[in-house]
């Protein structure tokens, strides 16, 4: 595994929100998070989501949420149920084994952000 750090967070109002569309709710947590970290962009984005198929039928969410908050990098929406949210906290950091889905990148990055 390579060294990560946490160098920004966002995050959105806990409550039912259903005056805000999904895209709203992440832009708004992408953009809160890239303001802390005092960066203007990330390398790639991981999206957790596990409804979006069933109540939006919509399962290419990560490339929209990328194109929604105007980054053009690679993103994946990652789906494993009800710990969508939080699987994907390990996946910038690569995994010991062959299975990561992380790429294996030598030496720094802009950083990876990770929403759900």
């Given amino acids: 595994m390579r060294p ?3 160098i920004g967070i966002g995050q959105t109002k ?6 805000k569309s999904i895209r709203q ?6 953009h809160a998070a890239l303001k802390d970290a005092g960066r203007d962009g990330a390398e790639s984005l ?10 939006n039928s919509q399962n290419n969410l ?3 949420v990328a194109h929604w908050a105007g980054l053009k990098i690679p993103a994946v929406k990652v789906d494993a149920a009800c710990g969508s949210g939080g699987v994907g906290t390990s996946w ?3 995994s010991p084994d062959s299975s990561s889905p992380a790429p294996s990148r030598p ?3 802009r950083g990876e952000l990770w929403i759900g």
């Fill in 4 to 6: 990560v750090a946490i």
């Fill in 14 to 19: 806990i409550d039912e929100q259903w005056e």
């Fill in 25 to 30: 709710i992440a832009v708004e947590a992408i």
């Fill in 46 to 55: 991981y999206v957790g989501n596990m409804m979006s198929g069933i109540i």
């Fill in 62 to 64: 990560g490339p929209l």
């Fill in 92 to 94: 910038p950091a690569g």
């Fill in 107 to 109: 030496g720094p990055s």
